[in-house]
């Protein structure tokens, strides 16, 4: 099933909010995941870099 861009979106959203109440060690960790996510050669992999 191809992923669309709207759920990637939303996956990050999810993320972000996550990351907002996690405990100290963790708001690392998720922040590094998220700069991953959000970089322009992942979204490219997932066919949404425009």
């Known amino acids: 099933m191809p992923l669309k861009r709207e759920d990637t979106e939303r996956a990050l959203q999810v993320m972000e909010a996550c990351q907002a109440g996690a405990a100290e ?5 998720a922040e590094k995941l998220l700069n991953i996510f959000q970089s322009d ?10």
């Open 25 to 29: 060690g963790v708001k690392g960790h």
């Open 41 to 50: 050669l992942f979204q490219a992999l997932l066919g949404n870099f425009f």
